[in-house]
């Protein structure tokens, strides 16, 4: 994976440690999106032109799990 794609996803990390996921959500440069289809119940955000990060969140109780489930390169 290209250097840039990787310091976006961390980038991304640390902007939901510190701020948390719906105010990172509002980061036009994510483009956070709802995925459909098969992919129904996750998310995608664009870490570059090609690549894109496939998360979802998971609630145990009161707590909020960010799992990154994939990063891939995006077909067109």
């Not at 990787?6 to 105010?23: M, P």
């Not at 994510?30 to 979802?56: C, M, N, T, V």
């Amino acid at each position: 994976m290209p250097r840039h794609v990787v310091a976006k996803l961390l980038f991304w990390v640390n902007e939901v440690e510190t701020n948390g996921l719906e105010e990172t959500r509002k980061y036009p440069g994510f483009h956070d999106e709802p995925l459909r289809g098969k992919r129904r119940g996750q998310r995608s955000i664009r870490l570059s032109r090609a690549y894109r990060g496939i998360y979802e969140t998971k609630t145990d109780g009161s707590l909020e799990f960010v799992s990154i489930e994939e990063v891939t390169k995006h077909d067109y």
